[in-house]
């Protein structure tokens, strides 16, 4: 009998401890699950915040690109052709010179403060040019020093500028410093940004002041040519394009007020003075912290000087505006020439 109890209590504890056995595994396993199952909602979680800021990234993406659309779509466009061309200064002088659209300046470019432009520039010269957008303030990309695939044209191709000029006030186009000589033989253009105020003058008038010295014409041209480094060698100041007496005259009437809008692309200072009136300086190169109500009868515009004059048409008659220096107001000392233009009320 007691061997039949031992055995009887033997296996009572050997079911007891297989019970327990498996008690303790069942734990571990739903332990194990448990972990397990805490992982994937994890894991779930991980896609789940992934999934949404790849979603926040793409709405992002395709909001941008509408932005981008829209802003191409309300763009200032404008086409620039690099291409030599015949100019005439004046009647009886024509040159051979280097220009934008075949003219000298080149185009205006007249656009609102914070309007998106695209300037495309086709090259039809034989060598390389380039262009930036002088005192305008750009992304590297637009004005920084050119580079292959990135602001150089070759010959026969084109390249599109695109920025938004956040800046109202006037400024200039022309070739970059590595292709300064074509700026010399004619590549310029005035570039005005209108304030979003709106103008607060009743006219509004851009002089380009330039400079081109010529020769004896090339083999095969029957014009002169620049630039040309001999001793024969002539300069002609021109304003816009134009040597007096084919300037054409500033209209006027009594009572308006007056922006001139100047831009000094020549080589040269270019001292300016408009008889019977004096000239309120309302911005000198992009800076309009100035002194309020600061009068010139004369303004001297150094090379690449940008300058706004404003005044009021209060004397009526016939009057010059023109450069002080002889050398400037005339061709080859012969009055009227160069940079002298006349300015008259109506009816006069």
Known sequence: MMILFRLFLASLLL??????????????????????????????????????????????????AIEASKAN????????????????????????CLTYNGKIPGPPIRVPE??????VLHNQLKVPTSLVFHGIIVPQSVGGLPKKDGGIVKPGEAYAYQFVPNKAGTFWYHPQVINGDQKARGMFGAFVVEPRSGPSEDKDFT????????????????????????ASAHT????????????????????????????NTSQHS??????GHRFEVASINGSDALEPHVYRDTITL???????????ADNPGVWSFASELLDQASNEGKFPGGIACVVRYSGM
């Open 114 to 119: 914070g309007q998106p432009v695209r300037i």
């Open 207 to 230: 002089v380009v002041l330039s400079e081109l010295n010529l020769g004896a014409a090339a083999e095969g041209s029957p014009h002169p040519v620049l630039p040309l480094k001999t």
């Open 236 to 263: 002609y100041y021109l304003m816009n394009g134009k040597s007096a007496p084919a300037i054409p005259p500033v209209e006027l009437r009594q009572g308006e007020r007056v922006r001139l809008r100047v831009i």
């Open 302 to 312: 150094e090379p690449s000087d940008r300058v706004d004059l404003n005044f009021t």
């Open 15 to 64: 079911l007891n401890f297989c019970s327990s056995a498996r008690a303790q595994g069942m734990a571990a396993e739903q332990a194990k699950e448990r972990e397990e199952l805490g992982k994937m909602r994890s894991e779930i979680r991980d896609i789940k915040s992934n999934m949404k800021d790849a979603l926040d990234s793409m709405n992002e993406f395709q909001n941008k």
């Open 270 to 275: 270019i001292p300016l003075y408009l008889t």
């Open 73 to 96: 779509e309300n763009a200032h466009e404008l086409h620039l052709f690099a291409k030599p061309a015949a100019w005439e200064l004046y009647s009886g002088m024509t040159a051979d």
